[in-house]
Every structure is written in structure tokens, then in C-alpha cells.
């Protein structure tokens, strides 16, 4: 018996992939992204983002000197991953690869940095840190990376349930 048969019978049937809807909006309602990015001996490197998914895209920021920028600055292939669920019943998430960018138009880094500090307004509370960590670390420049996702992996197991 050709056990290839057996699993394209199986595994379509197990594995519930959200719509391209489903995936939009579950990643522009999501709040920390895991982005890996590749260094320079060819090893990932993954690290949760605050990020926006704009037109399409995702967007983050991150201090110009940061490990994440200086990988994308030698190599723009990344990959994310954003779930959610605490049962194996409530899991969902979508994954993706794509190419990553920094942003030099200064109209649109300004425009999309806005939307990325409103959107996460209530978690940052700056004021709370100690004010010289406040000086040092509002006056560092910031890269905004746009990533242009090429393909993406979704499940969402509360499909399952009827």
C-alpha cells in the first residue's frame, strides 16, 4: 500500500487553514509578532516584535544597532510567526516568509511609525521607566523594516470544533 495515498487523504482533513480574511484580520488584531531573522554565520535569530500589518505588509521598528536590523542589512529573507491559544482546541496562528526592507521614504517611516506608536499606546508606558533610561532610550534612531510577505502557513484548530 502506497502510504502517500493514505496521507493525502488524512492530513488535508486535519490541518484547518484560516481564509486570506481570517488571516488579515487576525494579523492586524495581533499584538507581538516573532520575526527571525538569518546572521551572518547562517544561523536564525528570533525575537518578538510590536508591529502593524499595513496594506498588506508588516511593519516593525527597532533600534538601528539592534542584531535584527544588522541580519536583515546582509540578508532580507525573514520569517514570522504569530499564534494565540492556550488548549490545543483554541490554537491558531499564521506563519510566513518574506523579504525584508528598510524604509527610506522619510513621509512614509513618519506616517507608518505613528500608526505603530498608537497602536500600542497603552503597553508602552514610557513614563513608568526612570528618566534615564527614558532620555536614552526615546533619542535613539529607530529603523522601520517593511517586510513583504511571499507565502503564508495558517491553522486555526477552533475550526474543529462544530
Known sequence: MNNNNITNKILPSLYIKMSEDEQR????????????????EGWPHSTPVWYIFHEGEIYFRA??????????????KVSGCLDLGESYKDLRGVSFIGVANIVKDLDVKKRLEQILIDKYSKQ??????????????????RDLVRVTIKKTMSWDNRKWIK
Open 25 to 40: 484580520s487576525f494579523l492586524e488584531e495581533g499584538r507581538i509578532l516573532v520575526i527571525s531573522t538569518i546572521n551572518d
Open 63 to 76: 533600534q538601528s544597532y539592534k542584531k535584527k536590523i544588522r541580519n536583515i542589512s546582509s540578508n532580507q
Open 124 to 141: 508602552r508606558q514610557t513614563h513608568m521607566m526612570p528618566s534615564n533610561w527614558r532620555q536614552k532610550h526615546e533619542s535613539e534612531r
